[in-house]
């Protein structure tokens, strides 16, 4: 079956993006939060076949020094097919030229990110709304 990429926002079904993260699963967001989210990302990417959004991803970027791959989800049914990888590629690809591009993974995704080059980072931290729930899906620890 043919993927249609597609690099801008406009007749994006929010409804159905929201239930693509639900799906993939990277959670519950809300469509309202989603579309403020990828029209203030400097690049978006969509794969879709005629009658469905089967992958879907974004980075912040600032055109000289950083990019971050964020909300990179592939539905379901797709996983395992090379749609991630191609997803990953053509954001790669647009981010081109910034001195560091990052992205945070699925706890379980890393060996995935690392077929393209990205490796584990000895300095990042992060503020999550939730920290106790953030901690539990192993995307941050606790110093002792």
């Not at 959004?53 to 964020?70: E, F, I």
């Not at 954001?91 to 490796?119: E, N, S």
Request: aromatic residues 12%; proline residues 3%; neutral net charge.
């Amino acid at each position: 079956m043919n993927l249609y990429w597609q690099t801008y926002c406009t007749a994006i079904n929010w409804h159905e993006l929201a239930e693509l993260y639900r799906l993939a699963p990277l959670g519950n967001k809300t469509a309202a939060g989603l579309k403020t989210a990828y029209t203030n990302s400097a690049l978006v990417c969509f794969a879709r076949t005629d009658g469905q959004l089967v992958a879907a991803g974004r980075a912040l970027a600032d055109g000289v020094d950083c990019a971050y791959l964020c909300d990179i989800a592939v539905h379901p049914d797709w996983q395992g097919q090379g749609v991630g990888h191609e997803l990953t590629q053509r954001l790669l690809t647009a981010a081109a030229g910034h001195r560091k591009i990052m992205l945070y993974a699925v706890p379980d995704k890393q060996d995935f990110y690392a077929r393209f080059g990205f490796r584990p980072m000895l300095t990042a931290m992060a503020l999550f709304d939730d920290p106790a729930l953030a901690a539990e899906r192993g995307y941050i620890r606790f110093e002792s």
